[in-house]
């Protein structure tokens, strides 16, 4: 298994710096969730993240870089809403899909003349990019299609025999993955994530447009399938309709709830996302909460659908792509 090693130690960031400089692959925290990280200029290493997480080689990986300097080294900025969405957002979770310059490899970015890039706002995750003095490629640290990591257990769990190193930095702040933002005549928001397209509005006043599923593949990571925990999903509108279902009879049941539950023994296992109903505590909460549900000894996973604003679309958005397979 990998030693999970505690980040905010410079020591532990120094190890890991060099395994990433001799070509292996080490998975940090970041603010949204965890990343493995291979060196973004090393071909090798970045076809080791592929083989790691079982990814199809068609689905590019975030850059992530710790200065303005690594971000002139890799793409064109030639955009002047670029500058307002940095100064507002950056260090953050908002990733953003830029041309690419000559320096980044074609492996990195699945072939596309475009590079997704961002800078974290995890001091564990910039003082290991500058350790290493290169951008660090790195998907979410999960096998391809799994649930997402927020804590370094869960890592553990899915990656733990195929990596050396995990810097622990505790559960990560946001929760869910960056918001992914296409910039182009019309801004496109690819994939909703811990920023909501409430806030990015407020800087791009107009321009700004939700991709829901586009005729040509803009980003190839963003499958029907995806975020899914092994036991069957289903989204329900509250825990009355679950008893309603024919399928559930005989069942053990696992209850993803939004802020309370009323008949708690009818469940083998629940998770509440959040009793205030606060959307972000509830975002902090989800693949955490998904994560033990889906240990538990259930046959089947219901989630309560959560209000469609702020970071409920987000929320929702994963949990209909985790509902996607077939029962
Ligand atoms: O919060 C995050 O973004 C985390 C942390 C580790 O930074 N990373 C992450 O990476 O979620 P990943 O690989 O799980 O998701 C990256 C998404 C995919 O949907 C991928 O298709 C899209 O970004 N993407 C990457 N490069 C792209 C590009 N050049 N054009 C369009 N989409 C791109
Ligand atoms: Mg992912």
Same mark, same amino acid.
């Given at each position: ?14 190890? +890991? ?28 290493? @970045?076809?080791?993240? &592929? ?11 975030? @850059? ?26 950056? *260090?953050? *979770?908002?990733t ?7 320096k980044?490899?074609y492996?990195? #970015? ?5 590079v ?62 960056? #918001? ?16 909501? @397209? ?22 190839p990571?963003?499958?029907k399938?995806h975020?899914?925990? #092994?036991?069957?999903?289903?989204? @329900? ?16 049941? +696992?209850?993803?709830? %939004? ?8 469940f ?17 909460? %989800? &693949? ?18 959560? *209000? ?7 929320i ?12």
């Amino acid at each position: 298994m990998a030693k999970i090693l505690k980040g905010l130690d410079y020591k532990n960031i120094k190890k +890991a710096s060099l395994l990433i400089k001799r070509g292996d692959l080490v998975a940090f925290p970041t603010e949204t969730v965890y990343g493995l990280g291979a060196n973004a200029y090393d071909k090798k290493a @970045v076809t080791k993240i &592929f083989e790691v997480k079982q990814r199809p080689s068609f689905d590019p990986i975030i @850059v992530h870089i710790s200065s303005l300097k690594q971000l002139e080294e890799i793409c064109y900025l030639n955009d002047k809403r670029i500058g307002d969405l940095i100064r507002n957002f950056w *260090p953050g *979770p908002l990733t953003l899909v830029l041309p690419k310059r000559r320096k980044v490899n074609y492996i990195v #970015t699945a072939g596309l003349d475009t590079v997704a890039v961002r800078m974290p706002a995890n001091l564990i995750a910039l003082s290991l990019i500058q350790e290493v003095g290169a951008p660090i490629a790195a998907p979410s640290a999960n096998l391809f299609g799994k649930l997402s990591p927020t804590k370094a257990a869960h890592v553990q769990k899915q990656l733990g025999k195929k990596i050396k190193i995990i810097l622990d930095g505790g559960q990560t702040t946001f929760g869910l993955e960056s #918001t992914v933002l296409l910039v182009e005549k019309k801004l496109k928001i690819l994939r909703l994530g811990s920023l909501s @397209v409430e806030e990015i509005g407020r800087v791009v006043k107009k321009d700004l447009e939700i991709i829901k599923r586009p005729k040509k593949i803009l980003s190839p990571g963003e499958l029907k399938s995806h975020y899914a925990p #092994t036991k069957p999903l289903i989204v @329900v509108d509250d825990e009355d309709e679950i008893f309603k279902l024919k399928f559930s009879k005989g069942k053990q049941i +696992a209850f993803l709830a %939004f802020k309370k539950v009323r008949n708690k023994d009818k469940f083998l296992c629940v998770e509440i996302l959040s009793t205030k109903g606060d959307l972000n505590e509830a975002a902090y909460n %989800f &693949f955490d909460s998904l994560h033990r549900l889906d240990e538990s000894e259930a046959d089947i996973i219901f989630a309560q659908k959560v *209000p469609r604003k702020n970071l409920g679309r987000a929320i929702m958005e994963r949990l209909e792509k985790a509902s996607y397979k077939k029962l």
